[in-house]
T-cell receptor
C-alpha cells in the first residue's frame, strides 16, 4: 500500500516568508509525528498528534511553528516569518497508534531552504 | 532524560567485510532501543528493535544488534556488508523518538 507522503519534496523560500509543509500519513494510522533533521544531525522531535489533537508539542522551537491535523488524517506544519536557521529536512511519520510498540513509518521528507 | 550516543560519525568498510556500529544509551530502567537506516532519497526505515528478552535481536537486511546492559550499549552488526548498505544509521529510543547523531557508512568495492 501507499506509504507516508510529503509535499513539496523541496521548498525554497525567502527569509520572513510563510511556508506550509504537508504530510499524508498511511491510511488508518491515528498517530502522526513531525521531526526536523538539520544537516549532520539526527531527526529531532517537534510534535505528535493522536487523531486530530496535538498530544505533545514540546519539541516546537518557538511560536513561529504550528501544526494542524483537522480531520485526523493529513497534517500541515506551518512556519511563520521563516529564518535561515529553519533550513532543514522536515520529516513526517505515522503509526497505527501511539505507543512504543507501534512502528513509526517515515515519509521522504521536505527539504526547506530559507535564503 | 533518555538519550543515545553514536561515537562514530563516519565509517568506511570494504564490501564483504564485517561491520559494527556503536550506540550507547543513557537510561535508568530497561531501555527500549531501535536502529533505523536512512538511504539517500529514502525515508527512515526501521532495521530492528529491542524491548526485552533475548539480548541478541535480528532485523531486516541481515542486520543484528546486541543489547549489553553492563556496557550500556546496543551495537549494530552485519557479518558481510554489501555496497547497498551504504547509508546513514541512527540509534533511537522511544517513544517520540530520540535519535543519535547518526553514523554514515561508506562501502568500498
Amino acid at each position: 500500500g501507499a506509504g507516508v507522503s510529503q509535499t513539496p519534496s523541496n521548498k525554497v523560500t525567502e527569509k520572513g516568508k510563510y511556508v506550509e509543509l504537508r504530510c499524508d500519513p498511511i491510511s488508518g494510522h491515528t498517530a502522526l509525528y513531525w521531526y526536523r533533521q538539520s544537516l549532520g544531525q539526527g531527526p529531532e522531535f517537534l510534535i505528535y498528534f493522536q487523531g486530530t489533537g496535538a498530544a505533545d508539542d514540546s519539541g516546537l522551537p518557538n511560536d513561529r511553528f504550528f501544526a494542524v491535523r483537522p480531520e485526523g488524517s493529513v497534517s500541515t506544519l506551518k512556519i511563520q516569518r521563516t529564518e535561515r536557521g529553519d533550513s532543514a529536512v522536515y520529516l513526517c511519520a505515522s503509526s497505527l497508534a501511539v505507543g512504543i510498540t507501534y512502528e513509526q513509518y517515515f515519509g521522504p521528507g521536505t527539504r526547506l531552504t530559507v535564503t | 532524560a533518555q538519550s543515545v550516543t553514536q561515537p562514530d560519525i563516519h565509517i568506511t568498510v570494504s564490501e564483504g567485510a564485517s561491520l559494527e556500529l556503536r550506540c550507547n544509551y543513557s537510561y535508568g530502567a530497561t531501555p527500549y532501543l531501535f536502529w533505523y537506516v536512512q538511504s539517500p532519497g529514502q525515508g527512515l526505515q526501521l532495521l530492528l528493535k529491542y524491548f526485552s528478552g533475548d539480548t541478541l535481536v535480528q532485523g531486516i537486511k541481515g542486520f543484528e544488534a546486541e543489547f549489553k546492559r553492563s556496557q550500556s550499549s546496543f551495537n549494530l552488526r552485519k557479518p558481510s556488508v554489501h555496497w547497498s548498505d551504504a547509508a546513514e544509521y541512527f540509534c533511537a529510543v522511544p517513544d517520540k523518538l530520540i535519535f543519535g547523531t547518526g553514523t554514515r557508512l561508506q562501502v568500498f568495492p
